[in-house]
């Protein structure tokens, strides 16, 4: 049985990150573990933990990216949240029974054992939900 | 002092709680704990545990209330995001030091000894972040 362990991380999308981190560092009071440049996502991230997950803020660094197109159509916030789950190759087989649309039919495997798939905002009423396992 | 502890919940705004359950819940495999109809908020809310944290899934019942005009506006996702804090009278005095534009300007009490505030949208760069604190 698949299982969803825990809200692993909130993403949300900024236009300049020193401007959010002088919100969500300087005035909330949380601090960056660390940023990270995602040429596969063509992104820079800033990873914020609070207890047992994180705040993620993602600068796109090109224009035609996804995360580059929802910040020109919406503007800066919140763009996905991630659960991390065990069984996930039997939970996307679940979620296809059920006629859930998916981003990614099959996981998408990083070299540090991570692997990840996005549901369609479609098929969950608006929130694109992103379900990761680690495998090492 | 005030420290953030956790992520609290993330509020999904739903124009029909079954449907939105025949994705959480049935597809997905997360379990409702509780369903209240919460009439200062106006609005019916289904309350789904994951980990440390929930899925908030917020049904307006009317059509004049901040979640009814969101859901207006922008059809249904997510809403904002909820985290436990200690701490929380410091943390607003803060936040005012750095010029951050509350909702609330002093905490809301409930009943049940939590006490809540809302920082506007406006300050975090478009994420609509409620802060809450138990005190009993």
Redesign the interface.
Known sequence: ???????DH?A?V??DLQ??L???E?????SVSRVEAVPAEQSVVAFLP????EIELVKPTTDDSGTAKFLAK?????HH?C?EVEGLDD?LA??KE?G?QLINETPVEKENGVRYAFIH?K?????L?ELYERTE
């Open positions: 049985m698949p299982s969803i362990k825990r809200i909130l949300v900024v236009s401007e959010a002088s919100f969500w300087d005035a909330l009071g949380l609070i207890g047992s997950g919406h503007g800066p916030g919140m949240i659960f939970l679940r979620l059920h859930i905002p098929s969950t009423h608006g929130v939900v």
